[in-house]
């Protein structure tokens, strides 16, 4: 079974940054593409910022870029998302997640971890 644990989340003033991560267990993560969502309230689910299996690639959400850092190292089994330059629009549960970026298909989930950004 493949679980998903992150943490690091918290209450951070405006401008503030925080660094979250996810540790997997139950399965090595290196053959896994690996995301951040972020879900807000009343609000959809949103990617972040996503990783593919190899670490090479990168992608990150318009609203993140620039002040948001997505690494993987696949020897701990782990994923972070620095986030730096933080506002009250970043407020959200955050989850990470392994699977398939080019199925669509984000296989396994963690239970998330809060993150609040106060002006």
């Known amino acids: 079974q493949v679980v998903l644990r992150e943490s690091g989340g918290g209450l951070v003033q405006a401008g503030g940054s925080l660094s979250l991560s996810c540790v997997v267990s139950?399965?090595?993560?290196?053959?896994?593409?690996m995301a951040w969502f972020r879900q807000a309230p009343g609000k959809e689910r949103e990617l972040v910022a996503r990783i593919d299996y190899t670490g090479d690639k990168v992608a990150y959400a318009d609203s993140v870029k620039g002040r948001f850092t997505i690494s993987r190292s696949n020897a701990q089994n782990t994923l972070s998302l620095q986030m730096n330059g933080l506002n009250p629009e970043d407020t959200a549960v955050y989850y990470c997640a392994a699977g398939f970026e080019d199925r669509n298909d984000y296989k396994f989930w963690g239970q998330g971890t809060q993150v609040t950004v106060s002006s």
């Open positions: 139950g399965h090595t993560i290196h053959m896994y593409d």
